[in-house]
């Protein structure tokens, strides 16, 4: 009974470890669209997403990233608004707000919408979503565990915002940040 055991535990612990050891590289990993946000050329009304995709690597086990994407009525771009640790690396902030693709592959990972919003009205949750984006109070402090992270964005956001209807997943780690 006990070499069985031994064997199991051997061989989940190869397992393990061969997952570990991807051959996966974040520098080459895909950043590109996900196809899933509104041509924002076609689409006129307002786009507000919500999302959120594996973590890099073996914090994908367990935990995502997540980020917003939002345009106005009209636009022809979206703004996104994001946090990622390694910009505090550099003396920059962590959080940033600018126009980008919406619906990046998170470094390899595909994106998937969290929350939806678009249409009438949106335009008003984006502006509410701008202001607390902008009030965010860890905007140079990073802590993948227990936050601040950019879940705790995600988070704070959702708080300020309560018309978001946001209820991010239990994967969402360092979102009870806020609390």
């Known amino acids: ?41 076609v689409t006129k009304e307002a786009v507000l997403h919500v999302y959120g995709a594996r973590a890099w690597g073996w914090r994908g086990w367990f935990a995502i990233h ?15 608004y994001d946090v ?4 505090g690396n550099r003396g920059d902030p962590v959080l940033r707000i600018a126009k980008d693709i919406p619906d990046r592959y998170w470094f390899g990972e595909k994106p998937r919408i969290l929350k ?22 860890w905007k140079t402090s990073y802590s993948a565990f ?6 705790t964005f995600i988070a704070w956001v959702g708080k300020q915002v309560p018309e978001l209807e946001l209820n991010l997943p239990f994967a969402a780690i360092g979102s009870g940040y806020v609390n």
């Not at 997540?66 to 996104?80: N, Q």
């Not at 990622?84 to 910009?87: F, K, P, S």
């Not at 227990?146 to 879940?151: A, F, L």
Request: net charge positive; aromatic share 6%; proline share 6%.
């Open 116 to 137: 939806e919003h678009m249409g009438t009205g949106v335009d008003k949750l984006i502006d509410d979503v701008d202001k607390a984006a902008n009030a965010y109070p």
């Open 146 to 151: 227990p936050g601040p992270n950019s879940n």
């Open 66 to 80: 997540t980020w917003i994407a939002a345009k106005r009525t009209g636009e022809t771009s979206y703004t996104v």
């Open 1 to 41: 009974m006990k070499i069985i055991r031994l064997l199991i535990a051997v061989v989940l612990l190869g397992v393990l470890l061969v997952n570990c050891s991807s051959n996966k590289d974040w520098r080459t990993a895909s950043r590109e669209s996900a196809g899933i946000a509104p041509n924002p050329a």
């Open 84 to 87: 990622v640790g390694w910009r």
